[in-house]
């Protein structure tokens, strides 16, 4: 079955489009990034994007120049996914979230409406991000030159879910089946399998047996 591009699309010379792929109304794939001169992301040439079969690209959504898309991904309307970006299998993305540039998103993973996924993040398989999550990567927040050397983004294991609105600081790391509150600040790593609630996000439980991957 071949890709179905709408004639309102936008597809740049050289991008791969899978058997299935739908790319939908005013939707742009392959995009070259524009940098501001001050600009932390890197600036080398960028592979073709690649996107995997049966995926959608909804209305409005934009997947920049070197990114690989995986199948049967559904990436919402009005969303954004920068360069150099990896997201795996079954993967949906929902509605005005952005993925930032240099990011691995694995297999599985839910990301809800107006998410913010900031740059050099990783988000193992099965993770749930609630709508308005948002990430963060830079502790000087754009002031002196120790930030080029200091940006990282979070790490979030299998099966961890982040409820609605949480903000997650740089270079936290959300251990495997964590469970963060809604609302949460979260300053400092999140054990596995614990539920974290309240600003700064401090542990107040395990998670419950039944919740878990293994036990469903």
């Not at 952005?98 to 694995?106: A, C, P, Q, S």
């Not at 609630?130 to 940006?151: E, K, Q, S, W, Y």
């Amino acid at each position: 079955m071949p890709a179905e591009v709408h004639p309102s699309a936008i597809v740049y010379p050289g991008t791969l489009l899978g058997e299935g792929v739908k790319v939908l109304e005013n939707a742009v794939v392959g995009e070259q990034p524009s940098l501001s001169p001050r600009s932390t992301a890197k600036r080398e040439p960028l592979a073709p994007t690649t996107i995997g079969d049966s995926t959608i690209v909804s209305t409005g959504a934009i997947v920049f120049a070197g990114s690989r898309i995986g199948a049967r991904v559904i990436l919402g309307d009005q969303s954004c996914v920068r360069e150099r970006v990896t997201i795996g299998d079954d993967v949906v993305v929902g509605r005005g979230s952005l993925i930032e540039n240099d990011t691995t998103i694995g297999d599985l993973t839910k990301i809800q409406a107006h998410a913010y996924i900031t740059a050099y993040s990783t988000l193992e398989d099965n993770v749930f991000i609630a709508p308005c999550v948002v990430t963060t990567n830079d502790n000087f927040m754009g002031r002196t030159d120790r930030r080029h050397d200091l940006i990282e983004g979070p790490t979030i294991r299998r099966g961890a879910r982040i409820g609605g609105g949480a903000i997650i600081c740089p270079a936290v790391e959300i251990g495997e089946e964590a469970f963060v509150g809604a609302g949460a600040v979260v300053t400092r790593d999140v054990p596995p399998r614990k539920l974290v609630v309240g600003s700064p996000a401090r542990v107040l439980r395990d998670v419950a047996e039944d919740e878990l991957l293994a036990g469903r």
